[in-house]
Structures are given as structure tokens and as C-alpha cells.
T-cell receptor
Framework: ETGVTQTPRHLVMGMTNKKSLKCEQH?????MYWYKQSAKKPLELMFV???????ENNSVPSRFSPECPNSSHLFLHLHTLQPEDSALYLC??????????????FGSGTQLSVL | GENVEQHPSTLSVQEGDSAVIKCTYS??????FPWYKQELGKRPQLIID?????GEKKDQRIAVTLNKTAKHFSLHITETQPEDSAVYFC?????????FGTGTRLQVFP
């Protein structure tokens, strides 16, 4: 294990449901990220939290709502999603200081299916 | 903003052959270029990276080259093995974020 854990691993939800994805890192990092991975598309950066402050919101629809209560935990709250939101959602973390501050450590992802 | 293009999208090689994956980027300010490997059903993992002040870096069977003038970088895998089969992503670091390519699915046949 790399020290970044995501739950749940799989999630099936209807368009009217509300669910949350959870990410936890045990690496002492201070930045956390949500990425969306869809088939045949690049990894899409959704949100960045640096020292618990959101520094990036990459034009993500409001039906995705992130929360970062501390530098070790990151949530993605989901509500009224669309079928096209079905994808693998990856959490990552990094240490934003020093030379190797761009190195990302990924979790295993949550495979989301919206029916 | 930065744009990263990656080719080919799929690559099939015989075990023992070499594999080369190429990426181009658009923003000359990008200064860090990692490569991630994602095996089926697993998380992406960093396998090698290169910074803009270096032209080539090697780690056992994998190497990365960077041409800053042409704004392209490549991953080279020699003596490929079946366990090299995975999707490989290149990325460029620009203004505090990594922009990824679309990925290359490498299949190594025994």
C-alpha cells in the first residue's frame, strides 16, 4: 500500500442519491487532489487542496463538492449526478515543499457508476 | 494553459523488444515531466521522472529523454517483459499542477 486509501472501492448510485467518497493519506503530505479518470481521456484534475485550502477548482460542476477538514483527509460529496459522471475517481497527495513537491501518490480509486 | 499529447494510444510488442512512448507539451514554462504506470485495476504509480535541466535519465530498463527546444519527451523501455503490460501516462508540471496525457496501453506478448 502506498499510504493513500480510498473508500469505497466501488459505488453504484442513482441520479437522485447523495453519497460521499473518502480519501485518507498517511504520508505526512500537505496537499491533496481529486482526479477523474474516464476511458480514453486524460486524468482530469478536479480539485486541489494545499494546506487544507482549496487552491484549484477546475471548472467542476457544483454537483461535486469537496471537503478537506485537515491535511490527511479529503472527501468528495456527490449529489444529483449524471450518467456521464460514471468514472474512476482518484485521490492523490503530495508534499508541497522541497525539491520533489510535484510527485503524486495515488489511492486505488473509487469506481463510480451512476444509473 | 498546458496541453499534453501522447502517442501511440496502444502499443503491442514482443517480449524482449523495446517500446517507445512519446509526449509533447505546449507550455515552455513546464519544468518537470513524470511518467506513471497503471496496471489493470490498480493505482497509477510513478516510475521515472525528469526535470527540465536534464536531457536524459535512466533507471535499469527504463529511460526518459527530454528535448526542451522541441517540447517533447519520451519513455523508452528495453527488454520488455510481460509484467511491463500496463497503461503509461506522461505528464507535465506547470504552475503547481500536473497535466496528464491520454495514456498508452502497452501489451507485451510472451
Amino acid at each position: 500500500e502506498t499510504g493513500v486509501t480510498q473508500t469505497p472501492r466501488h459505488l453504484v448510485m442513482g441520479m437522485t442519491n447523495k453519497k460521499s467518497l473518502k480519501c485518507e493519506q498517511h504520508l505526512g503530505h500537505n496537499a491533496m487532489y481529486w482526479y477523474k479518470q474516464s476511458a480514453k481521456k486524460p486524468l482530469e484534475l478536479m480539485f486541489v487542496y494545499n494546506f487544507k485550502e482549496q487552491t484549484e477548482n477546475n471548472s467542476v460542476p457544483s454537483r461535486f463538492s469537496p471537503e478537506c477538514p485537515n491535511s490527511s483527509h479529503l472527501f468528495l460529496h456527490l449529489h444529483t449526478l449524471q450518467p456521464e459522471d460514471s468514472a474512476l475517481y482518484l485521490c492523490a497527495s503530495s508534499l508541497r515543499e522541497g525539491r520533489d513537491n510535484e510527485k503524486l501518490f495515488f489511492g486505488s480509486g473509487t469506481q463510480l457508476s451512476v444509473l | 494553459g498546458e496541453n499534453v499529447e501522447q502517442h501511440p494510444s496502444t502499443l503491442s510488442v514482443q517480449e524482449g523488444d523495446s517500446a517507445v512512448i512519446k509526449c509533447t507539451y505546449s507550455d515552455s514554462a513546464s519544468n518537470y515531466f513524470p511518467w506513471y504506470k497503471q496496471e489493470l485495476g490498480k493505482r497509477p504509480q510513478l516510475i521515472i521522472d525528469i526535470r527540465s535541466n536534464v536531457g536524459e535519465k535512466k533507471d535499469q530498463r527504463i529511460a526518459v529523454t527530454l528535448n526542451k527546444t522541441a517540447k517533447h519527451f519520451s519513455l523508452h523501455i528495453t527488454e520488455t517483459q510481460p509484467e511491463d503490460s500496463a497503461v503509461y501516462f506522461c505528464a507535465a508540471h506547470n504552475t503547481d499542477k500536473l497535466i496528464f496525457g491520454t495514456g498508452t496501453r502497452l501489451q507485451v506478448f510472451p
